[in-house]
């Protein structure tokens, strides 16, 4: 009977520095792109809000012309009862053509605010994608320079960077804990393995990293207890704990070789089941 496939975590490939080079590349175009969309739209809500302001300060402007005209047409007939009669007409006019106009200007001067408020806001928005597509770059930039040094302690320097721009930072942490077990300090990188298992207690990468750390110092049941939640968080861990150094402590150890086994004669089995269910 045909094997069962592989699963997608099994065959997944680790990514390269270019791969990584290019997702992070098009990331960046995606929230460049996001924030010129983000202005747009701006620009565009701020336009259609004035054209509704103007409109609406013509019409009321016309409004109160037409008011006036009325008004001298209706003094001109008035003026043969009296001229104290119009004289009284106009200031009542006058005044009630002032309040209105007062109303009015209150209104606009009202939503003018509101419109220049929103601008701020939708400003100061803007200007923080800015700069967090300014740090975004910046980080990428130190990552990329992590992935060509070949000294772990110049790697360590530039994490140390990348953790004083995004503070916490669980990938920059358990790579430098990767560095650190490159220069035999695993005290220092269970220290920063248990950071990051204080905020994921899933992290695959910091379980493998204390696992090691763990073998180096002869603690073998804590090592493979880490190995452990790691292989099963992430199945391409176990061929390369298979061939870690690390693990040379463990090599001959019942458990830490049955972890590290090839599970393809369960997955066999497994297969030769399903197919006999479809038959």
Known sequence: MPAEPETAAETRIPLTPFMERYILDELKAVRTEMARFQVSVTEDVVQKELAVADKAISYANVTVT????LLAGAASVLA????????????????????????????????LKQIERELQRKTKVIAENYREIERFQEIHGLWLRASQEQSPQAKIDIY???????PGDLDALTHKADAALMMNERQWALSLCNRVLQVDQQNAHALYQRACAHAG??????????????????????SVAADDEEFDPLRQHPRFIELTSDSSDHSGGDSDSEAKKQA
């Open 160 to 166: 140390d960077q990348i953790l004083d721009i995004k």
């Open 80 to 111: 043969i009862v009296g001229w104290q009669s119009l004289r009284e007409l106009k200031k009542t006019a006058r005044e009630y053509a002032e309040t209105e106009m007062k109303k009015i200007t209150s209104t606009y001067e009202h939503k």
């Open 66 to 69: 037409y008011f006036f005209y």
């Open 217 to 238: 110092v002869g603690n073998e049941d804590q090592a493979l207890s880490d190995l452990e939640l790691a292989v099963q968080s992430n199945v391409h861990l176990r």
